[in-house]
């Protein structure tokens, strides 16, 4: 069964760039039936979705992002990866990569890694 | 954007009681694409349901889903123990964006 696993720096400088990785096992990336997404949860709970990547290589943005928000892969090492520019402390969240599927009725999400936790301060 | 409004924002009840959670939307969700998730405490959300009332693999069936439009409900027949936590509502009828519910908390009574 796919497993995905979320990386990267636990903190980040304001005005800096958020970097995170999520590597994908049991599943290629690549794969008809599928889309790759990024979703972060806020400390007081709330949910946002971040945008997704398409199995062809293409992606979709969360509008309110969009001008901040670069989604890219490596499919030689299975993994997407999230970059979000001139963070503040707004950007402070448990950040998840999911797997959503690219028929049917898609748009939600399955399943969900851990989560990592990025916390923006100086 | 679709705004989803989720009641109540705590809902106290015992193993055994039957939960019935809501969710509002602020415009017709497009061919009922509502999700609900399961989230327990330093666990990412799990899949329950999708569109409107189909249950997710592996899901027990004391887990229910209905409603269209702008009205949704998840209802859990029956709790068990570990049904108490937290649950998400989300709209992926959108094309512009997805968005999901601020949360009902499920405690044990």
């Known amino acids: 069964q796919v497993q995905l696993q979320e990386s990267g720096p636990g903190l980040v400088q304001p005005s800096q760039t958020l970097s995170l990785t999520c590597s994908v096992s049991?599943?290629?990336?690549?794969?008809?039936?599928?889309?790759w997404s990024w979703i972060r949860q806020y400390p007081g709970k709330d949910l946002e979705w971040i945008g997704y990547m398409f199995n062809t290589g293409g992606t979709k943005y969360n509008p309110s992002l969009n001008s901040r928000l670069t989604i890219s892969r490596d499919t030689s090492k299975n993994q997407f990866s999230l970059k979000l520019n001139s963070v503040t402390a707004a950007d402070t969240a448990m950040y998840y990569c999911?797997?959503?599927?690219?028929?049917?009725?898609?748009?939600?999400?399955?399943?969900w890694g851990q989560g990592t936790l990025v916390t923006v301060s100086s | 954007e679709i705004v989803l409004t989720q009641s109540p924002g705590t809902l106290s009840l015992s193993p055994g009681e039957r939960a019935t959670l809501s969710c509002r939307a602020s415009q017709s969700v497009l061919r009922n694409y509502l999700a609900w998730y399961q989230q327990k405490p330093g666990q990412a959300p799990r899949l329950l349901i999708s569109a409107a009332s189909s249950r997710a693999t592996g899901i027990p069936d004391r887990f229910s889903g209905s409603g269209s439009g702008t009205d949704f409900t998840l209802t859990i027949s029956r709790l068990e123990p570990e049904d108490f936590a937290v649950y998400y509502c989300?709209?992926?009828?959108?094309?512009?964006?997805?968005?999901f519910g601020q949360g009902t908390k499920l405690e044990i009574k």
């Open positions: 049991g599943g290629s990336i690549t794969s008809h039936g599928f889309y």
């Open positions: 989300q709209q992926y009828g959108s094309s512009i964006s997805y968005t």
């Open positions: 999911a797997r959503m599927p690219s028929t049917g009725s898609f748009g939600w999400f399955d399943p």
